[in-house]
Structure formats: structure tokens, C-alpha cells
């Protein structure tokens, strides 16, 4: 059963008690990621994430680990183009000293100006290596320019330009007008009562205000690109991909049922036809991102260059494959059970069941039980499945972006010759 309740200040609370576990699994989510930048301070909400764990007024970074450690706690923290969640999780008897460590956290961050610049340095070097992991930077620069002139385009850890730019009050400045208790959720799973939580959650959580936040305003849309970026390695990494379904879209679950088809794994049409059957490439999936008001559906493929023409033809051909070799009643219902299954499965954690009702109630503002998420999923028709596809993969609105030697492939040929 999950409860709901929200402080006197606006900060709403979402509960699930799991009495036969031993942990408790806590996280508080803010509705503030990169798409909440200015090109002027991009990376700033990841960068900001990163000083959190970097020491308060009464505790160093090292104490702060070394308390957690303590307790044989687990703490970290994710910045996403959408919000930006901070989490620990911890046995039950250990978890009044856990929200101690994390509010004091998330309140009294120092944001030491000695701690900023040794993580100007940190930052740099993860950017680096994004720079150096082809299959993340052809991602990148497929939603920069599908999202071109929106923030949400941006990339999550910014530019060397960018974070390098930063001092004690772009944090303090930016923190007072984008953390507020009207866009943060706590969300928590495990073995505790209802409402002895909400009381531990009071006591820290009361005095939180924001007097500066506005909501954003968000409209991004997607346009069609063709982004290339060369670089001196072996594989071409290549992203084809098409515009999908904002995040409450009424299609959500058949979206997931036929990406599970189509490319979520080593059973779909896509593995199957391209590497196995074919041998063209070594890796190929696909995948869905929604957002807030729009969406992206993406196949990416990693191969050699010199194959990545028929590649292209052949991925191509198993899209429209998708029509006149359809679908069967047999195919859907086996996949709609794999699907229920690892759902089933993942709700065995109390973390899994923390990220779970967190995620859902902050961007869309319910919480589907889990019989009621089975229910949508066996919902899903061959009907309705087909509607989608026919309005996704729409040639003229395809985008592609790849990484590495691309200088001899003909890209907006092998577009044009797949419409």
C-alpha cells in the first residue's frame, strides 16, 4: 500500500511500507536537471549534485563517507536531463543516522570555493571521457541537434567552457531558485511505519523554502538532424532514430511492448536480424526516452565502416519489415508476459520500489500499483501497437547521428534511398 501526504510547505511525501524487508530505501527527487539551464551555466545542475556530497559546515566529505560506511550504507546521486535525485539506502535500525547525514547534506552544503576547483577538474576529466566513449557521444549529439535551441538539448555534464565558470554563488544563486519544496519529492521504501516517517521527515524537512523558485515553462520539439563527428577509431557508432512520446502519453505501454519487440533485446527483431542473422554488427538495440513534452526513439548499432551502408539499407528494411511481416497474437502475448515479469522481479528491492513510486509520482503525478501496471501492460493490443508504429517511423522525420570514420559514407544518401 503506498501513502501519500504533503508538509505544511508544500513538499510532498510518497510512502511504501514493506514489512518483510530488513532495509529502508530513501531518496528525495528535485524536478531540476540540464534542461533547467542557461546556456551560460550548463552543467551546472550536475555539478551542483557533485558539491553536495563534498562537506557541510559540520561534516567533511570524508567524514560524510566514513559515517556511511559506518552504518554499511549505500549513498549516491544521478543527474538526468529532468530532475536530479539524491539517495541512501541502509538497514532499518541505521536509518535516522542516514537522513541525518543526507539533510544535513542537502542543507548545508558549503560549497567550499577549494572544493569547487578540484571539481572543475573532476568534471573535466568525466567529460573527457564521455569525449572518448563513442557510443555515449553519438547519443549526445543526436539530441543536441534533434533539440536544437532548447535546453533540453544540453548536455547533462555541461562544457569545459561552462563548468569551468563557476563560483560559490553561481551554486548558492542557482540552488535558491531551482530547489524548492513545490518541485521536490521524497519518496521511501523498506520496513518503518507511516507515520513515524512522516515525523522524521518533518523535522528536517519543515523550514524548506524557496521564496525565489518559478516553475519552468517547457515546449521543445523535436526536428529531424543529420550530425556526424569524426573520429580515429574502429567502429562506426551510429544512431537512427525517429520522434517518440512525452512521458504521460496514453501510449507509454505500448511503446515499451514494441520496443521490447523491436530492439529491447536479444530475442528482438532488430538483434536478430541484423547481428545474428547477418553478422553486420556487434552491438544494436533500441530504446525510448520520454520527457516532460516530448520524446525520442532511437536504434543505435556499433559496426565496421565499411559495412555500415548495408547496415543502414538492412535496419531500414526491418522497420518496414514491421508491416508486412507482422506482428502475431502469440508474439505479443510472450512478450507481454517477459515484460510483467521483469517488472515482477525488480519489485523485490526496497531501492527498486524507492525509484519506482519516486519516479512516477514526479513526473506524472500518480502511482500505479502494481496490479494496475500488469492491467496497462495487458491492455496493449496488436491494434493499438500498429497505430504507434505507423506514426512513429516516419522516414521523413528520421535523424542520424554517428562517430568515427565517417567521412567516406554518403549519410544523407543512405537517408534519402531509406524513405
Not at 503506498?2 to 511500507?17: A, D, H, P, R, W
Not at 529532468?82 to 541525518?100: G, N, P, Q
Request: proline letters at 3%.
Amino acid at each position: 500500500m503506498y501513502e501519500k501526504t504533503t508538509l505544511n510547505n508544500g513538499l510532498t511525501i510518497v510512502m511504501e511500507e514493506i514489512p518483510f524487508v530488513r532495509s529502508i530505501a530513501f531518496g528525495f527527487w528535485v524536478m531540476n536537471g540540464s534542461r533547467n539551464e542557461s546556456a551560460e551555466v550548463n552543467g551546472i545542475s550536475h555539478f551542483l549534485e557533485h558539491m553536495i556530497f563534498r562537506g557541510t559546515d559540520s561534516r567533511t566529505a570524508k567524514r560524510i563517507a566514513d559515517e556511511m560506511d559506518a552504518i554499511g550504507g549505500q549513498m549516491n546521486a544521478y543527474t538526468s536531463k529532468e530532475y536530479t535525485c539524491y539517495y541512501t539506502r541502509v538497514l532499518d535500525t541505521h536509518f535516522d543516522k542516514a537522513l541525518d547525514i543526507l539533510a544535513d547534506m542537502f542543507f548545508n552544503s558549503k560549497y567550499d570555493p577549494e572544493n569547487i576547483e578540484k571539481e572543475k577538474s573532476i568534471i573535466s576529466e568525466e567529460i573527457n571521457m564521455c569525449e572518448d566513449t563513442p557510443e555515449d557521444l553519438a547519443h549526445d549529439i543526436l539530441s543536441s541537434q534533434v533539440f536544437r535551441g532548447h535546453a533540453l538539448g544540453y548536455p547533462i555534464l555541461g562544457t569545459k567552457e561552462t563548468i569551468t565558470s563557476f563560483e560559490r554563488d553561481t551554486f548558492v544563486d542557482f540552488k535558491n531558485k531551482h530547489y524548492s519544496p513545490l518541485n521536490t519529492l521524497v519518496a521511501v521504501a523498506g520496513n518503518f511505519k507511516a507515520a513515524d516517517m512522516i515525523k522524521k521527515i518533518e523535522k528536517y524537512f519543515a523550514g524548506f523554502s524557496a521564496p525565489d523558485y518559478k516553475e519552468a515553462a517547457f515546449n521543445a520539439e523535436y526536428a529531424p538532424a543529420l550530425v556526424t563527428k569524426e573520429k580515429p577509431i574502429e567502429q562506426i557508432h551510429l544512431c537512427m532514430a525517429f520522434p517518440g512520446l512525452p512521458v504521460n502519453s496514453g501510449d507509454a505501454y505500448t511503446l515499451s511492448v514494441l520496443n521490447t519487440l523491436f530492439g529491447g533485446g536479444m530475442s528482438s527483431r532488430l538483434f536478430q536480424a541484423i547481428r545474428e542473422e547477418r553478422g553486420l554488427v556487434y552491438s544494436i538495440y533500441a530504446y525510448a526516452q520520454s520527457y516532460l513534452d516530448t520524446g525520442l526513439y532511437t536504434i543505435y548499432a556499433a559496426l565496421n565502416p565499411q559495412q555500415t551502408s548495408e547496415a543502414f539499407q538492412y535496419i531500414s528494411e526491418e522497420i518496414k519489415n514491421l508491416f508486412s511481416n507482422r506482428i502475431t497474437e502469440d508474439q505479443l502475448k510472450k512478450t507481454k508476459d517477459q515484460l510483467i515479469s521483469n517488472y515482477v522481479l525488480s519489485l523485490e528491492s526496497s531501492a527498486s520500489r524507492m525509484n519506482s513510486i519516486g519516479r512516477s509520482q514526479l513526473l506524472l503525478h500518480r502511482i500505479l500499483s502494481p496490479d494496475e501496471l500488469i492491467s496497462e501492460i495487458e491492455k496493449v493490443s496488436l491494434d493499438g501497437l500498429y497505430r504507434l508504429a505507423e506514426s512513429m517511423f516516419d522516414f521523413e522525420k528520421m535523424s542520424v547521428s554517428a562517430v568515427g570514420r565517417i567521412s567516406e559514407i554518403d549519410f544523407k544518401g543512405l537517408i534519402d534511398n531509406a524513405k
